[in-house]
C-alpha cells in the first residue's frame, strides 16, 4: 500500500474519533417513529428470544458491528478488540476496505480476525467501483478468502470517491460488474452504502444483478463528505465536500425503499442507529440485522471493557424495547405497531 492510502486510512480513523463529522442536520428519521407501549405485554423479560439467522448462520442478536477499518497497525488492534466482543455477544461482524491487502499482501493480518472470532458471521469488503478499475472475481475471492469471511460486502461510497481529491470516480456500468461477481462468487455478496442510503432504484437494479443482501447505510451517522472536508489538501476541496454535509437518505426512509425495490431481500439497517431502541425501530421497519459503527469504534479504541459495556447496554435497551412491545421473538417485533409522528 502506497504512504498516501495508509495515511488517508489513519486520518479516516483519527477524524473520526477526534472530529465531528455527523451530519449537521439531517437525522437517521427513526427519531421519528413510535412504538405502541403495552402495559400488559404478558411476556417475561428474561424470556426474550433475540437470536437470528442470516445467510445460514445463527447470532444471539441482530446487532451488528458495522464495517469501519483495517489496512494500519492501529486498524489491525481495533479490529482485534472489535471481533473478540462479537465473538463473545454472538454478533456479526464486517472490517474495512480491504483494498490496501489486496494490493500489499503483508497487511491481510490488519483485517485478520478469525484467531479471536472463530463463529462469527463475518464480511469481507471491497468498493463496488474498483471493479471499473482492474478488479474482478479473482480480487473479491481473494479478500474472502484473506480473512475465512462468510460474504462479501460491495461498498458504494460515489460522493466519498467523487468528494476525494485522489478518488475513482467511474461508476459507469457498474451493475453488470456486480452480477458478473455475484454469479462466480462461491458466497453471498452483500451491497452497502456508506451513510447515504439506497434509492428503490438502487434497491432493484441491485437485486437483478444477484446482490443477497442490503445494508442500507442512511444518513444520519457519520457524513464521509465531512470526514473528507476535514481532511481536504485545499479550499477548493473543502468547499466542494463541506456542501455535501447533509446530504443522503435518512435510514429509516432507506429501510422503507429497500422493502420497495426488493421486498425478499434482506435488509441490514445502519446509518445512524444511536441504540438498541434505534436497533428495535429499524427491525420493525423490516430490517434483519441493525449495525452501528462510529460507537463502536469509539468505545473499542477506549478499552475492550468499555466495548462490552456499550454492547451489554445496547442489547438490555433492545430487550427492553421487546418487553414494552409484547414482541417475544425477533418475527413478533417486525410485526410491532410503530407510528410515524
Known amino acids: 500500500m502506497s504512504e498516501v492510502t495508509e495515511r488517508r486510512k489513519d486520518d479516516h480513523i483519527r477524524i473520526n474519533l477526534e472530529e465531528n463529522v455527523q451530519f449537521p442536520t439531517l437525522t437517521s428519521g427513526l427519531e421519528r417513529y413510535r412504538f405502541l407501549h403495552r402495559a400488559l405485554p404478558e411476556l417475561d423479560l428474561n424470556q426474550i428470544d433475540t437470536r437470528v439467522t442470516l445467510l445460514g448462520k445463527t447470532m444471539t442478536s441482530p446487532i451488528f458491528i458495522s464495517s469501519m477499518t483495517g489496512g494500519t497497525e492501529r486498524a489491525r488492534q481495533l479490529n482485534l478488540v472489535l471481533a473478540a466482543a462479537a465473538q463473545q455477544y454472538g454478533l456479526a461482524m464486517g472490517v474495512g476496505s480491504m483494498r490496501a491487502a489486496i494490493e500489499n499482501a503483508a497487511l491481510a493480518t490488519t483485517f485478520q480476525v478469525r484467531e479471536v472470532a472463530p463463529d462469527i458471521l463475518l464480511f469481507a469488503n471491497l468498493g463496488a467501483v474498483q471493479l471499473n478499475y482492474g478488479y474482478g472475481v479473482a480480487e473479491c475471492l481473494r479478500a474472502v478468502e484473506m480473512i475465512e469471511a462468510d460474504a462479501l460486502i460491495l461498498h458504494f461510497n460515489v460522493l466519498q470517491e467523487a468528494v476525494q481529491p485522489e478518488g475513482d470516480v467511474n ?96 435488509i441490514l439497517a445502519s446509518g445512524g442507529l444511536r441504540d438498541g431502541l434505534d436497533a428495535a425501530k429499524s427491525l420493525a421497519l423490516g430490517a434483519t440485522l441493525a449495525g452501528m459503527a462510529g460507537a463502536f469504534l469509539k468505545a473499542a479504541d477506549q478499552s475492550p471493557a468499555a466495548l462490552n459495556e456499550f454492547i451489554e447496554v445496547v442489547q438490555a435497551q433492545l430487550r427492553v424495547a421487546m418487553l414494552c412491545t409484547g414482541s417475544a421473538n425477533l418475527e413478533a417485533l417486525r410485526q410491532a405497531p410503530l407510528a410515524h409522528t
Open 171 to 266: 461508476f459507469s456500468k457498474l451493475a453488470d460488474r456486480v452480477a458478473a461477481v455475484c454469479a462466480a462468487l462461491p458466497v453471498p455478496v452483500i451491497a452497502k452504502e456508506v451513510g447515504w442510503g439506497f434509492s428503490p432504484q438502487d434497491v432493484k437494479l441491485l437485486h437483478a444483478a444477484g446482490i443477497q443482501a442490503i445494508d442500507v447505510a442512511g444518513s444520519g451517522g457519520t457524513s464521509w463528505s465531512e470526514v473528507e472536508y476535514h481532511r481536504a489538501p485545499t479550499a477548493f476541496h473543502a468547499r466542494v465536500a463541506r456542501s455535501f454535509a447533509d446530504w443522503g437518505i435518512p435510514t429509516a426512509k432507506a429501510i422503507c425503499y429497500a422493502r420497495e425495490g426488493a421486498p425478499d431481500l434482506p
